[in-house]
């Protein structure tokens, strides 16, 4: 703890938080990370199942499959958070489910679901939008700037 947090405790403080650390259970740091690891692999896996059968069964290029297969994880994700069984499965993996399109469609869905007594408009909307605005507008803004560069190295090459 750095000195100037330390200063603004009193003994009284200090000594508690010294006993509290003392009690409390140490972290499952292997298990976390294993469950993670092996939900997060087992996300990316079936991306990568859903992706071939664009590419095996309806004839996809590698290129044009991958829209489809992140709709598809996309979907699923919100599917699953509407019923609460991706809770329970992030509940149980940790940040295994952060795996980015899923993760963030789940937070989405959330947003959503938990606001739905304000008002599509209001509540829905507007508080799913709060998450999702800024990931929407840097991903505007990055798009716009690569293809600035892009124009320009274009132009000068």
């Given at each position: 703890m750095p000195d100037q947090k330390r200063k603004k405790l009193t003994?009284?403080?200090l000594q508690y938080k010294e006993v509290a650390k003392r009690h409390e259970p140490p972290r499952p740091l292997l298990?976390?990370?294993?469950?993670?690891?092996?939900?997060g692999g087992l996300i990316c896996l079936i991306g990568?199942?859903?992706?071939?059968?664009?590419?095996?069964v309806f004839h996809f290029t590698e290129k044009t499959a991958s829209s489809p297969?992140?709709?598809?994880?996309?979907?699923?994700?919100?599917?699953?958070?509407?019923?609460?069984v991706y809770d329970r499965i992030a509940q149980w993996a940790g940040a295994g489910t952060a795996v980015p399109v899923t993760g963030?469609?789940?937070?989405i869905a959330s947003a959503a679901i938990e606001h739905r007594s304000e008002g599509y408009v209001l509540g829905v909307g507007g508080n799913m939008f709060k998450l999702?605005?800024?990931?929407i507008v840097f991903g505007v803004?990055?798009?716009?700037?690569?293809?600035?560069v892009k124009t320009l190295i274009k132009m000068g090459g």
């Open positions: 003994p009284v403080q298990r976390n990370f294993s469950r993670a690891f092996l939900v990568q199942g859903i992706q071939e059968m664009f590419i095996r297969t992140v709709a598809v994880l996309i979907f699923s994700s919100v599917l699953l958070t509407g019923f609460g963030f469609a789940n937070s999702a605005g800024s990931v803004f990055a798009a716009f700037v690569i293809g600035i």
